[in-house]
């Protein structure tokens, strides 16, 4: 006999139709913020990877070069830059790119002690980066081929952070006293990976960023659940907060803007930027 014959449809009725797919809307609405979070902590992971990656690559250099942390980048553009006055400035210098003849780009200092490239980009940025766009400032280098700043502070043995100028000879490991609270790089704002600001945006980064900084910020080193990754100079990463780094930039923070004010500065800050006695 045919269900039919009882009265009986094989049909949802409309009712039910909307029952299920309200469970399936309120299903959705539990389980895709556990995805997106998944995917967040995901990220972080893989920067903190490759933070610590680029760690590994800075203490082998320190090893190499009397104990002393990387020179500075100082590249022949005559773009805007960082002033590096105890180092000859060298087309197409750069941090950690390889050699491209074609172009005159030599290799970059930190290349031979880490050779994938991509371990310099978070994959949390947003900012676009294509290998084979170089940036507009002159350098030969790619643009937006770091996520990551590198401290002013240990570029060189005088260091002038309010003018932008450094000796660019690194630092003796010696002079920094407590170097597991010492920042040496953060997530940051993308660069080509020199001392060259950039003369326009490419691939939606910040006009005017280079590789190097003084600070934290809290536009661009908290991107992991407003947190950021840093690395200290004894080696280690750890993911820090706006109020456990110091100093701060106060023109960008959200809560309390206050356009054109001195950094923050908090003496019981967990890391530094600059070098405390």
Known sequence: MSAMRFGFSKAFTLIELLVVIAIIAAMAAIIFPVFAAARTTAQK????????????SIMMYIQDYDERTPRAVNNASTSRKLTVTAMPQVAGDNAFLPADTTRGRIT?????????VQVWRCPSDPVIWDPS???PNGSLSIANATSYHLS?????SLVDVNNEITSGDGVANAAVPIISQTILAR???ASDGTNVENLNAVGGALIGE??????????????????????????????LAPSQVSPMA???DPDHPCLGCADQINPEAEAFWNIVQ
Request: hydrophobic content about 30%.
């Open 45 to 56: 992971a893989v920067c903190m990877s490759n933070e610590k990656q680029i760690a590994l």
């Open 108 to 116: 970059g200092f930190l290349f031979p002690y880490v050779k994938n």
């Open 133 to 135: 766009v170089l940036s």
């Open 152 to 156: 002013i502070y240990l570029t060189g």
């Open 187 to 189: 997530d940051g704002d």
């Open 210 to 239: 280079q590789l190097y900084t003084k600070h934290s910020d809290h536009t661009q080193g908290v991107r992991h659940g407003g947190k950021g990754n840093y690395i200290m100079l004894d080696g280690h990463v750890k993911t």
């Open 250 to 252: 106060a023109d960008d």
